[in-house]
Structure formats: structure tokens, C-alpha cells
T-cell receptor, first 114, second 113 residues
Framework: DGGITQSPKYLFRKEGQNVTLSCEQN?????MYWYRQDPGQGLRLIYYSQIVNDFQKGDIAEGYSVSREKKESFPLTVTSAQKNPTAFYLC?????????????FGDGTRLSIL | SQQGEEDPQALSIQECENA????????????LQWYRQNSGRGLVHLIL?????REKHSGRLRVTLDTSKKSSSLLITASRAADTASYFC?????????????FGGGTRVLVKP
């Protein structure tokens, strides 16, 4: 079945360490998104990409980096510059640009500090 | 504050009762979408209502949109314990860069058996 796969489900980061969260989709979607969700809160946009080899900062990009080398993949790196990385991270994708379509979400990665 | 804001923040009802939650937004939209999130999971799309539509149904769900008041409501009829989840509205803004959605803070719904 088509969908979005995020891995790992749980991730622990040591101080000063960079960690990378994986997001893969087989929906043939052009646009992909990374969100951060803190407990009991809504979603905040970190980065998004409309097309391969292009990405844009969202509302809370500081301390994060992304790449989009393949249409199917949009990994997120949480760098040591992100001082409060503990959160639930969600990846999403969307079909044709500027059309009335929903976003499809993965099941998230929960990141914690060791 | 966020573009979409849900009200109430939390809602507790008995099984078979109806649950209503509201979403207000600030700027013109292409469409408004409702999502459900079960604890520890990703969001699941429920309904998309376009700016030129006033009401939409899907099973036990009914969504209304009032663009003059910049508000939407989600009604879950005959609720079940399995409806326990957080519900988010998301606005698809006109001319939003990157085809982005803007999410509200959510309504946490507890359906008691």
C-alpha cells in the first residue's frame, strides 16, 4: 500500500550529537513537510520541499537541516544547535501543488534527550 | 497566534452523544481540512471543505464552513469510544508559499463508554 514511512519510531540523542530522522514516501508526491509537535500542542512547520533539490525554511527551522536528493526521501537532521529537541516529529507529503488535496502523514518519530 | 484555533481545547462526552468542535481562522483560504490524531500516531485526514462549500458530510462526520465569520465546525454524531483522539483543523491559505497548511492547536476529545 502507498504511504509514508518514518524511522526510527523512538530516538535518543546525546548532548552535542546530531541525529537524522528518516522519511520515505511511495505516493509519488512532489511536496514533503516536517513538523514538530510538543505535548498537547499543535503542529509547527520546520522545513518543506516542493520539488527535488529544493527546500524552504518553515516557522521553526533553527537547529534543523534537511535534504531532498530524491523525490521519495526527505530526511531531517536535528543538530546540536537545537537546544530543546525533545518532541514528536511528523513527516507529511502532498500531491500536486496548489490543488485541493490533503496531506498524508507518517506515524512519527519521538526524540528524547539522554 | 496560529491561523487556525480550535475551541474547546478539550471535550469529554459519553458514548452515543454528539461532539462539536470549532475552528476560527484569520485570512482567506482555499480550503479547510480536519484531521484526527490518535495518541502517539500521525494525523489522519478526515474531511476537506473548499471555500465555496458550506457543508460536507462523511459518515458520522459533518463539517460546516462560514467564510464570512472565518470559522468552521466539526460535528461527530453518535460518538464511540474509538472516536477518542485529538482533532485538528488546518487551513490552506490563498497564495501560501509551498502549498503549506497551517494547523491549529487541536481539540482533545474523550469519549467515555
Amino acid at each position: 500500500d502507498g504511504g509514508i514511512t518514518q524511522s526510527p519510531k523512538y530516538l535518543f540523542r546525546k548532548e552535542g550529537q546530531n541525529v537524522t530522522l528518516s522519511c520515505e514516501q511511495n505516493l509519488n508526491h512532489d511536496a514533503m513537510y516536517w513538523y514538530r509537535q510538543d505535548p498537547g500542542q499543535g503542529l509547527r512547520l520546520i522545513y518543506y520541499s516542493q520539488i527535488v533539490n529544493d527546500f524552504q525554511k518553515g516557522d521553526i527551522a533553527e537547529g534543523y537541516s534537511v535534504s531532498r536528493e530524491k523525490k521519495e526521501s526527505f530526511p531531517l537532521t536535528v543538530t546540536s544547535a537545537q537546544k530543546n529537541p525533545t518532541a514528536f516529529y511528523l513527516c507529511a507529503s502532498r500531491g500536486a501543488l496548489y490543488s485541493n488535496q490533503p496531506q498524508h502523514f507518517g506515524d512519527g518519530t519521538r526524540l528524547s534527550i539522554l | 497566534s496560529q491561523q487556525g484555533e480550535e475551541d474547546p481545547q478539550a471535550l469529554s462526552i459519553q458514548e452515543c452523544e454528539n461532539a462539536t468542535m470549532n475552528c476560527s481562522y484569520k485570512t482567506s483560504i482555499n480550503n479547510l481540512q480536519w484531521y484526527r490524531q490518535n495518541s502517539g500516531r500521525g494525523l489522519v485526514h478526515l474531511i476537506l471543505i473548499r471555500s465555496n462549500e458550506r457543508e460536507k458530510h462523511s459518515g458520522r462526520l459533518r463539517v460546516t464552513l462560514d467564510t464570512s465569520k472565518k470559522s468552521s465546525s466539526l460535528l461527530i454524531t453518535a460518538s464511540r469510544a474509538a472516536d477518542t483522539a485529538s482533532y485538528f483543523c488546518a487551513t490552506d491559505l490563498i497564495k501560501a508559499a509551498g502549498n503549506k497548511l497551517t494547523f491549529g492547536g487541536g481539540t482533545r476529545v474523550l469519549v467515555k463508554p
